[in-house]
């Protein structure tokens, strides 16, 4: 897609891939700047209300200008490609920079927070909820060092039109999900704050607050009242209790118990930094008794558990593409698993499961050419055939590499041809280029015969054949049944004077029977 014009962007270069689709480069030829744009997958215009989501929520978004957010500028559908234009930021995101370095210093953690909280503070305001809190989500700008939060192209605005964003449906990564997201619940604000709160346990400790086998099981610890993270504190010993509380607070199971906006978040940040407390201010910790009664009430949500499942596995459990690229995986057979293979990559085209099933189809395309060429002659030719049925969309190539094949075949035996010519001792050799047809037909010695009759008429009386020389760049293949091979012969005559002769002639050679032997005219003088 390199230098391809979507909107009014013209594509640079890619700058990453994830699940939401591919992120280029761009240079908005309006504007004459640098943008970011998101090219979401092919799988959403096979879903028109998904689309019409997309596009209502990213034009939301744009409404959002703030200095910590990237601000989408536009977003639009072009020839059934679906893109979002951003704000281009020169850097890196937390991620990276925490998988890179380790855990960020407690000051520096602090104050990343309090930027997205202002920025989330600012969202929120507008009744644009992110939905996707997380570290990949939050960008280091690398000239300034400003924090930025991107993605908000993806967002739901609180109160919008219940048939474009519906009750039911799960969006977020679930290593930073809040609990009525993994329930499928509305959300508001405070949703995102969970997610911040998760964000900041990543940040000051270098782990994630849960982890698990699958998402599933890790969207589930998020929703259960009674599972926990890791008190920070055990991870890092040296954390002040109060930032351990200002954690806890945000990533209450509970939206009540959690702080109520984000400017509440900000103003308990500031007083962090200014080492103050402020009893006025509402408690970061949950009172024990709070505890209690929320180990009391698990039971009884124990009993909606089964449907939490039902749910969380639907939303979370793989797509019809991964799911048969898995069952191509899973395959028995060599042939039925290319056969899978070629199926994903025709039923979901654009995807990434599609380009990992062309991946695969062609990794097994060149172990068996690979296996192919180390073979004799014969078995080669043979297990082009099976190529052919497992890869016809590689049929070209296979007819390329078995003409190949045959012309370094009559190549090699037109060499071994001319060795016995000129190796008296190997003459009797002659007989393996001779057709098998023609000594069933006229006998063995028949044949012989006639051969040295043919070579008389060639040396005369006590000649001999000192050299015969192929000229391989001149080999003609007819259909794949017949080749014709310039040759320069030189002879040696013994009578009636001693002298040298050479010849131009040519040889041909006729397949039959799985190999190349001499034809009806076999050696001549001319052609």
């Known amino acids: 897609m390199e230098n391809t014009l979507v909107g009014r962007c013209r594509l640079v270069r890619k700058i990453g891939q994830g699940g939401m689709g591919e992120v280029w480069l761009a240079r908005h030829e309006t504007l004459q700047k640098d943008v970011a744009v998101k090219i979401l997958p092919a799988d959403y215009a096979r879903h028109p209300e998904a689309v019409e989501r997309f596009l209502r929520e990213a034009r939301s978004a744009a409404r959002l200008e703030h200095p910590n957010v990237v601000q989408v500028l536009d977003a639009g559908s072009q020839d059934g490609t679906h893109y979002i234009v951003m704000q281009y930021v020169d850097g890196t995101d937390l991620e990276k920079i925490y998988r890179k370095k380790g855990k960020l210093s407690t000051a520096d953690a602090l104050a990343v927070a309090r930027r997205v909280a202002l920025a989330l503070g600012a969202a929120h305001k507008l009744g644009i909820v992110h939905r996707d809190i997380k570290p990949s989500n939050i960008l280091i700008a690398r000239k300034q060092g400003r924090v930025m939060v991107a993605d908000f192209g993806l967002a739901r605005e609180i109160g919008g039109d219940a048939g474009l ?70 991870i890092v010993p040296d954390l002040a209790p109060d930032v351990e509380a200002l954690v806890d607070k945000l990533m209450a199971k509970n939206v009540s118990e959690r702080f109520q906006s984000a400017e509440e978040v900000v103003a308990a940040l500031d007083r962090l930094k200014s080492g103050k407390s402020d009893p006025a201010a509402p408690a970061i ?51 039925e698993r290319l056969a899978r293979y070629r ?21 097994a395309f060149e172990r068996e050419v690979k296996a192919a060429r180390a073979l004799p002659f014969g078995e080669a030719v043979g297990r082009l055939e099976g190529l052919r049925s497992r890869h016809p969309e590689r049929a070209g190539e296979i007819d390329r590499m078995e003409d190949d094949l045959h012309r370094a075949r009559v190549v090699s035996r037109t060499e071994a041809f001319a060795g016995a010519l000129v190796n008296e001792r190997a003459r009797e050799a002659i007989r393996d280029f001779v057709p098998p047809e023609s000594i069933r037909k006229f006998g063995e010695q ?57 010849h131009d002639g040519w040889l041909e050679w006729t397949w039959m029977e799985g190999d190349w032997y001499l034809g009806d005219r076999a050696i001549r003088n001319e052609r």
Do not use: C, N
Request: positive net charge; hydrophobic residues 40%; charged residues 25%.
């Open 165 to 234: 964003t519906t009750e039911g449906s799960v969006m977020g990564t679930p290593h930073y999900l809040s609990p009525e997201q993994a329930r499928g619940e509305a959300v508001d604000g405070r949703s995102d704050l969970y997610s911040l709160g998760g964000t900041l346990y990543t940040l000051l400790s270098g782990a994630m607050p849960y982890t698990g086998a699958t998402p599933l099981s890790v969207a589930v610890k998020h929703a259960s009242p009674i599972d926990r993270p890791k008190p920070l504190r055990e």
């Open 285 to 335: 910790s949950a009172e024990p008794a709070q505890r209690r009664r929320q180990l009391l009430i698990a039971a009884g949500i124990a009993a909606g558990t089964l449907l939490l499942l039902l749910v969380l596995g639907a939303a979370l459990s793989p797509g019809p593409a991964e799911k048969a690229f898995r069952g191509a995986v899973a395959a028995r057979t060599e042939e």
């Open 446 to 502: 028949a044949v012989l015969g006639w051969m040295r009759v043919m070579f008389g008429l060639l040396l005369g009386r006590e000649g001999r054949f000192e050299a015969v020389k192929a000229d391989t760049a001149k080999l003609e293949m007819k259909r794949r049944d017949k080749a014709i091979l310039p040759v320069h012969i030189q002879i040696q005559r013994r009578f009636p004077k001693d002298e040298k002769q050479s």
């Open 343 to 363: 199926e994903v990559a025709r039923s979901f085209p654009g995807t990434s499961w599609a380009a990992r099933a062309a991946e695969e189809m062609g990794r």
